[in-house]
């Protein structure tokens, strides 16, 4: 594929491909992102909210990450489908809920305290991410620092973040999970068995209906769980039409360092050991979206998939360096959406009649670049009551999703137990805390040895 379509536009390591003219629309794929993708942005609007912005100004967090996540494959030219560094998220919201930067009462309607501090501690985070991944990334320590850490420490970090999800949504936010408990129930019920069942993926094999259902993703159970929840009253819709523009300028003069200051020394010593999870967690991201690729490739020589995790690095900094002066947001711009990745890799190797070229789904489930939704009124009053649903089974299917994982990781079980503490003191008394236990006790307790497969 010599075309310009596939080509696109050379700028520097990256490639340009313009919407409609080096990218075609998928229309399979463009349905699918206008649910799931615009459901799942908005994820981020409850959690804007617990940290004192309203609900316009969360509307305007979900379109500048979507924007900058989007710029990833079409600016970049990355082959990827990206997202948040998701299991992240709730380590953060834990060492910010600690910090008392997160939830601080009086909250009215489910707009808490604004407290500027939040956003600095924010930006910390996100500058010293940003300059850890440039260099790591054009040094190529990236692979080298991923394999020194013992397995022991990297299965803790792993299943930290899980358990932090599961606090979050089963203690610390229990009270909004009981404000719609049939349809959350539904809702986390349908998308584990359609994304983690083995009894589901054998029926799945056998019945090309329930195996279009699972590739699907969130899709499905999302919306029975919506309309269980109509159905049940526990929540009722007031749908606006028309157009409105995100309150980007009211979010700029809350949120960006330009406004209202830069963080202070202490604050980016805090954040250190959360920037070292969050790249722990971007670089198995780079390593499982490249496996994917490579083994779809087989099945399209006709299209040979630029992979290169130095660009893969520098498009993840650049977008957090442009995330960091408009909306610190961390970690809300990261390498790789597993799900919509693998289901993207599975219809691109059906072949040319299936998916001409990568970038044709990718673009096309990320709507072209284009964030039209967070203009329509429609869309964001529709999606408002269904929002903490959308975080909930977030911070639910990546909790199994690290679980999974981190229990894989472990050799020995001296390795299992030092897992196993390392995630109960991240998730209960503070990243450093558990960085530093986890160190002392891979040296003392399991002895030192690098895990080999890291990459």
């Known amino acids: 594929m010599n075309n310009i379509r596939s080509t696109g536009i050379k700028w520097g390591p990256f490639t340009l491909r313009i919407p409609f003219i080096h990218v075609s629309l998928r229309w399979g794929e463009f349905l699918q992102g206008m649910v799931i993708s615009g459901a799942t942005a908005f994820a981020a609007a409850p959690l804007a909210m617990k940290l004192g912005l309203t609900f316009e100004e969360a509307v305007a967090v979900s379109f500048v990450a979507g924007s900058l996540i989007s710029a990833g494959p079409l600016i970049f030219g990355e082959p990827m489908a990206p997202g948040w560094v998701t299991p992240a998220v709730p380590i953060v919201i834990g060492a910010l809920a600690s910090a008392g930067m997160y939830g601080v009462e009086p909250c009215i309607d489910n707009v808490c305290t604004y407290n500027p501090d939040t956003f600095r501690y924010l930006a910390a985070m996100c500058i010293e991410f940003t300059i850890l991944i440039l260099l790591l990334g054009l040094t190529g320590f990236g692979k080298v620092l991923v394999e020194m850490i013992p397995r022991g420490l990297k299965a803790g970090i792993i299943l930290g973040a899980a358990l932090a999800a599961f606090y979050q949504v089963f203690f610390e936010d229990f009270e909004t999970y009981m404000l719609q408990p049939i349809s959350m129930t539904v809702a986390i019920t349908l998308c584990v068995i359609t994304t983690f069942s083995n009894p589901y993926k054998l029926l799945a094999s056998k019945s090309k209906f329930f195996a279009i259902v699972g590739s699907l993703g969130l899709l499905p159970g999302f919306l029975i769980a919506g309309l269980v929840a109509y159905w049940t009253n526990e929540l009722q819709f007031n749908i606006e039409w028309g157009f409105k523009i995100p309150e980007i300028m009211s979010l700029v003069e809350k949120t960006s360092p330009f ?34 690729l490579k083994d779809a490739q087989k099945n399209r020589p006709d299209e040979i998939l630029p992979i290169d ?89 990546t909790g199994f999703a690290c679980a999974y994982i981190a229990m894989s990781i472990p050799k020995k079980n001296s390795e299992m137990a030092t897992a196993l503490l390392i995630a109960f003191f991240i998730t209960f008394y503070s990243a450093w805390i558990g960085l530093l236990l986890g160190l002392i006790l891979c040296l003392l307790v399991d002895g030192y040895e690098k895990d080999s497969q890291a990459a």
């Open 259 to 292: 406004y209202i200051g830069f963080p202070d020394m202490q604050m980016f010593i805090d954040a250190a050991p959360l920037v070292l999870i969050g790249y722990m967690l971007l670089f198995g991201d780079l390593v499982t979206g490249t496996e994917v």
């Open 309 to 397: 995790l130095n660009r893969s690095h520098l498009s993840v900094g650049i977008r957090n360096l442009i995330a960091t002066c408009v909306n610190p947001f961390f970690p809300t711009q990261g390498a790789l959406w597993t799900g919509v990745h693998v289901v993207i890799a599975e219809r691109w190797k059906q072949g040319k009649d299936a998916m001409p070229s990568i970038f044709d789904g990718i673009g096309s489930y990320y709507l072209m670049g284009i964030p039209f939704l967070y203009f329509a009124l429609p869309f964001v009053t529709l999606m408002q009551p269904l929002m903490v649903m959308a975080l909930t089974l977030t911070l639910i299917l």
